[in-house]
């Protein structure tokens, strides 16, 4: 029997946020055995492959240097630190500390964009 859009998209939804969790626990395992650094170069090469095989096979190379913005950089500069400080955590903090922590961050960005960039929240965001 086929799914529904909206069963089909729970189902895909609930097997993504069960891979993010079972890639968080095999880091966290792996930092058992290894350095961190060494730990996050591994993971940034099979996530920078994995990308880089999606973003060829959708065709999204050929626009790559519309992406060359100094805000891009700055955002990647930032991500980067981010994964490096939330890797760090994991190594230290118990998993369902660092998922609950996870669960939480939508909340207090959508909270900071509205006390320190003044936008408007209201009950649908």
Same mark, same amino acid.
């Given at each position: 029997?086929?799914?529904?859009?909206?069963? $089909? %998209? @729970?189902?895909?939804?609930?097997?993504?946020?069960?891979?993010?969790?079972?890639? &968080?626990?095999?880091?966290?395992? %792996?930092?058992?055995?290894?350095?961190?650094?060494?730990?996050?170069?591994? !993971?940034?090469?099979? +996530? %920078?492959?994995?990308? #880089? +095989?999606?973003? *060829?096979?959708?065709?999204?190379? $050929?626009?790559?240097?519309?992406?060359?913005?100094?805000? =891009?950089?700055?955002?990647?500069?930032? &991500? /980067?630190?981010?994964?490096? +400080?939330? #890797?760090?955590?994991? +190594?230290? =903090?118990? #998993?369902? %500390? =660092?998922?609950? /922590?996870?669960?939480? #961050?939508?909340? @207090?960005?959508?909270?900071? @964009?509205? /006390?320190?960039?003044?936008?408007? =929240?209201? *009950? !649908? $965001?």
């Amino acid at each position: 029997m086929p799914l529904s859009p909206n069963a $089909r %998209s @729970a189902l895909l939804m609930t097997l993504s946020m069960a891979a993010f969790v079972i890639n &968080d626990m095999l880091t966290k395992l %792996s930092g058992l055995h290894m350095n961190m650094g060494q730990v996050m170069a591994v !993971r940034g090469l099979f +996530a %920078s492959a994995l990308v #880089l +095989a999606l973003a *060829w096979r959708q065709g999204a190379l $050929r626009h790559f240097g519309e992406a060359a913005h100094p805000m =891009v950089a700055l955002r990647t500069l930032c &991500d /980067i630190c981010a994964t490096i +400080a939330f #890797l760090l955590a994991l +190594a230290k =903090v118990p #998993l369902v %500390s =660092v998922s609950a /922590i996870l669960q939480a #961050l939508p909340l @207090a960005v959508t909270m900071g @964009a509205a /006390i320190v960039f003044r936008e408007p =929240v209201g *009950w !649908r $965001r």
